[in-house]
């Protein structure tokens, strides 16, 4: 029964020695171990973060347990980062994961640029706004600053500021500039107020049918009737 438990424990050493995690063993198993089981330097299985020797679990070991280097305290490679070891086991030398003479920079882990025909990073269009130039008139932008017009409005780069109701910079067909929204139309980002208000196809609000009016020009109709629109 004995000698079961040492062929056991003994595979069962080997198989956690060539995982690398390290090894727990069963006070049973030990005990036939031993003294019968060749030393396998389970010891030696160890790792250590900072020793130079990237094993097991580590991910990286660059000889050191500070972070900032591209290899944490906890022998992790740091976002930004990539390591790699001239042979395996060895230690890891680390760097900046993107290419800055190519003009990449790392945004959370993926390399972008302001050159790679690719919305990515804080862009918010195609290789402009956030921290790439500006975009020009009709592209996409999230404030002021991402346009070279100097005007975002209803999410594009518009030729003017385009901030009031019933005129909008965004309209299929026209987009980047301002332009009246279609009568009979409502603007959802800038309603006209007062109910349900709508456009007239000129940039002015005006009111519907049944709604209150003093006079005619309140009105999509042009008639105000005993004080309602007809
Ligand atoms: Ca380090
Ligand atoms: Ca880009």
Known sequence: MARKHVERGFLWIVACALSGYGCMVEGEFLEDLVPSGPDLGVSALETRCGDSLRQGKEACDDGNTAPGDG?????????????E?????????????????????????????????????????????GSCAPCTQGLACGKEGDCATGFCSGGVCCNEACGAACIRCDLEGSVG??????ENETHEDRACGGGVSVCDGKGACKNVATQACTKGIECLSGKCLGGVCQ
């Open 177 to 182: 500039i301002c332009a009246y929204v279609p």
């Open 85 to 129: 070891e001239v042979l395996p086991g060895a230690r890891s030398t680390c760097g900046p994961q993107c290419d800055a003479a190519a003009g990449q920079s790392c945004v959370m882990g993926a390399c972008v640029s302001c050159s790679d025909g690719v919305r990515n990073g804080y862009e918010t269009d195609v290789d402009c706004g």
């Open 71 to 83: 290899c944490d305290t906890a022998c992790e490679v740091e976002i930004c980062w990539t390591c």
